[in-house]
């Protein structure tokens, strides 16, 4: 059965960082490219950022660019999304999917709540 | 990457049918045919519906269909029933990203 499990959100102030973790069974992670989408509180879905296969290819959407980053550990089985100099506006939950070119598996979601 | 446009909401009785259009333009949803639909009800993750414009998952209810047409993609329910009701969400695949539609409330009368 595929899993995939988000961990590492909460609260942090404006400016903070924090490093978001998802951790996938079921599935030999290391072939398919994974994705991070989030949601703000009752808005819609929002593509954040996109990774290949190996690591070596990434893309994030305008709105990060410059501040998150993804990454993942194939060893591991486990993506990341790094999160710096955060914004009232990046208050969301985070849901790591599995994908090529359409999200087939998606986690629980992580809630991030930035907030002074 | 502007978000794909989506009706806010739509509505329909038990046993009609609905479509819900998703409009992008020729870079993405008219540029590639790799349209996918996800559903989500409230508080769970959204679910995969339709993929690769038409293409159904295994385990997702023939009722659901999917189409396009240019820069426009929808996605038809037909035999509307009350567990339908959610929100629904069309995405494009591109070569430098991923982009969502802003989401379409569907309520079963």
Not at chain 1, 75 to 80: D, G, P, Q, S
Not at chain 2, 18 to 30: A, L, N, R, W
Not at chain 2, 31 to 48: D, E, I, R, T
Request: aromatic content about 10%; some cysteine.
């Amino acid at each position: 059965e595929v899993q995939l499990v988000e961990s590492g959100g909460g609260i942090v102030q404006p400016g903070g960082s924090l490093r978001l973790s998802c951790a996938a069974s079921g599935f030999t992670f290391s072939s398919y490219w994974m994705h991070w989408v989030r949601q703000a509180p009752g808005k819609g879905l929002v593509w954040v950022s996109r990774i290949n296969t190996a690591g070596t290819s990434t893309s994030h959407a305008d709105s990060v660019k410059g501040r998150f980053t993804i990454s993942r550990d194939n060893a591991k089985n486990t993506l990341y999304l790094q999160m710096n100099s955060l914004r009232a506006e990046d208050t969301a939950v985070y849901y790591c999917a599995r994908a090529g070119r359409f999200l087939d598996y998606w986690g629980q979601g992580i809630l991030v709540t930035v907030s002074s | 990457q502007s978000a794909l446009t989506q009706p806010a909401s739509v509505s329909g009785s038990p046993g009609q049918s609905i479509t819900i259009s998703c409009t992008g333009t020729s870079s993405d949803v008219g540029g590639y045919n790799y349209v996918s639909w996800y559903q989500q009800h409230p508080g769970k993750a959204p679910k995969l519906m339709i993929y690769d414009v038409s293409n159904r998952p295994s385990g997702v209810s023939n009722r659901f269909s999917g189409s396009k047409s240019g820069n426009t993609a929808s996605l038809t329910i037909s035999g509307l029933q009350a567990e339908d009701e959610a929100d629904y969400y069309c995405s494009s695949y591109t070569s430098i990203s991923t982009v969502f539609g802003g989401g379409t409330k569907l309520t079963v009368l």
